[in-house]
T-cell receptor
Framework: QQQVKQSPQSLIVQKGGISIINCAYE??????FPWYQQFPGKGPALLIA?????SEKKEGRFTISFNKSAKQFSLHIMDSQPGDSATYFC?????????????FGRGTQLTVWP | NAGVTQTPKFRVLKTGQSMTLLCAQDMNHEYMYWYRQDPGMGLRLIHYSVGEGTTAKGEVPDGYNVSRLKKQNFLLGLESAAPSQTSVYFCASSYWAGGEAFFGQGTRLTVV
């Protein structure tokens, strides 16, 4: 059973537009929700993360919106640039457990056209 | 500070051959993970380790074995490679369970 569901699978956005990627989860014990960015030929790297005690977190052009009641969170990329073209993964985990681990969504391939 | 280093970067195996992928981290992290990445499937956890000498199965452990004899190293073994194991393999480590994962650059494995 997939713990984190991500959509869309691929996304094409014009330069300067807003890119939005959505994720949903089932396990209410999750308390850490990161987004990872992966460029071709590289490993994923942490982009931004949020905890459920806040509804939004912004870092530069990247914003996570979090809806605890709906068990959904999303990544917004404002003023999208060709350099943002990459694969984005959402993830979730439960802290406080030595067996904790990240559960990843299946990824979204973002292409930003100049 | 190298972070997470994977060896080798590329490998081609014949069906039935064995090999070991090496992961080394220099951040003194307790937790280490092996993932495989396939198109449309995202990152799937193979095995992970919560400390030296301990390992646990992830979502897709069949056909793989792991060992964590030293805290800084996590080895992934394929005893008898199959074409279905053609994939990109990523190692990662984290300071706390489920926390920020630092990934290596990946190993592209092709089994023919």
């Amino acid at each position: 059973q997939q713990q984190v569901k991500q959509s869309p699978q691929s996304l094409i956005v014009q330069k300067g537009g807003i890119s939005i990627i959505n994720c949903a989860y089932e396990n209410t014990a999750f308390d850490y929700f990161p987004w990872y960015q992966q460029f071709p030929g590289k490993g994923p790297a942490l982009l931004i993360a949020i905890r459920p005690d806040v509804s939004e977190k912004k870092e530069g052009r990247f914003t996570i919106s979090f809806n605890k009641s709906a068990k959904q969170f999303s990544l917004h990329i404002m003023d999208s640039q060709p350099g943002d073209s990459a694969t984005y993964f959402c993830a979730a985990s439960r802290g406080g457990s030595t067996l904790g681990r990240l559960y990843f969504g299946r990824g979204t391939q973002l292409t930003v056209w100049p | 500070n190298a972070g997470v280093t994977q060896t080798p970067k590329f490998r081609v195996l014949k069906t039935g051959q064995s090999m070991t992928l090496l992961c080394a981290q220099d951040m003194n992290h307790e937790y280490m993970y092996w993932y495989r990445q396939d198109p449309g499937m995202g990152l799937r956890l193979i095995h992970y380790s919560v400390g030296e000498g301990t390992t646990a199965k992830g979502e897709v452990p069949d056909g793989y074995n792991v060992s964590r004899l030293k805290k800084q190293n996590f080895l992934l073994g394929l005893e008898s490679a199959a074409p279905s194991q053609t994939s990109v393999y990523f190692c990662a480590s984290s300071y706390w369970a489920g926390g920020e994962a630092f990934f290596g650059q990946g190993t592209r494995l092709t089994v023919v």
